[in-house]
């Protein structure tokens, strides 16, 4: 009969958990060594989408500030040409931290600051700068067209036009990635919100 309890623990630790003396080598189930690794992944994903961020955000802010003409014509004349620097330019440097934060979970496992915040920082910040990158290019690309058909601004300074389009649509596309990032960070805090940790497992 004293067999009985140590047998059933034993059948226990096939299906459950470890003894007793070897509970230290048991962590917590969402830091199993797959479930690490799943969220590793994902961290990277997230990762990949902030660097592309960055780099076409960051390509933008540089083609509208050093966009200006042999006539005089410049960017900074335009206030909505500014707006598309300043987003461009604050979704650079926020991609940047972000990208920074994603590099610390991967290579250290835990959130930069305590996993309640971060979660909802990066989601909060992925869709007010989101919203931000998208309404300045969606400005510039209006003002942009205006220029082309209401006077001779394009006709005469046809490159100014030609640089101000390619870096609204730089910039669009660093919008798309962000908020591919965005799904993610929503799908981080969803998780959160479910299970008490930022990953499903």
């Known amino acids: 009969m004293m067999r009985s309890p140590q047998e059933s623990l034993r059948n226990g630790v096939l299906e ?3 003894p007793p003396h070897h509970h230290h080598h048991q962590p917590h189930h969402f830091h199993s060594t797959v479930s690490l690794l799943k969220l590793r992944r994902f961290n990277t994903l997230i990762l990949i989408f902030r660097f592309v961020s ?6 933008s802010t540089i ?3 050093t966009n200006s003409s042999s006539n005089s014509l410049s960017w900074a004349d335009f206030t909505t040409l500014r707006v598309v620097v300043a987003a461009n330019g604050i979704v650079a440097v926020y991609s940047l931290a ?11 496992g835990t959130t930069v600051f305590p996993e309640t915040i971060q ?14 990158l998208v ?6 690309t209006t003002m942009v067209r205006t220029l082309r058909n209401d006077g001779d601004t394009c006709s005469v300074n046809s490159s100014f036009c030609v640089q101000s389009t390619i870096s609204i649509s730089l910039g669009y596309v660093g919008f798309l990635f962000l908020g591919f990032s965005s799904l993610l960070s929503g799908f981080r805090v969803g998780c959160f919100i ?3 940790s930022r990953f499903h497992l």
């Open 98 to 108: 972000e990208m920074g934060a994603s590099i610390w979970e991967i290579l250290k």
């Open 135 to 140: 309404s300045a290019n969606v400005a510039g």
């Open 119 to 132: 979660v909802w920082f990066d989601f909060s910040h992925d869709q007010v700068f989101a919203y931000l």
């Open 16 to 18: 459950t958990s470890t």
């Open 63 to 65: 083609f509208m500030a």
């Open 54 to 59: 960055f780099c076409f955000c960051l390509a």
């Open 194 to 196: 479910i299970n008490g």
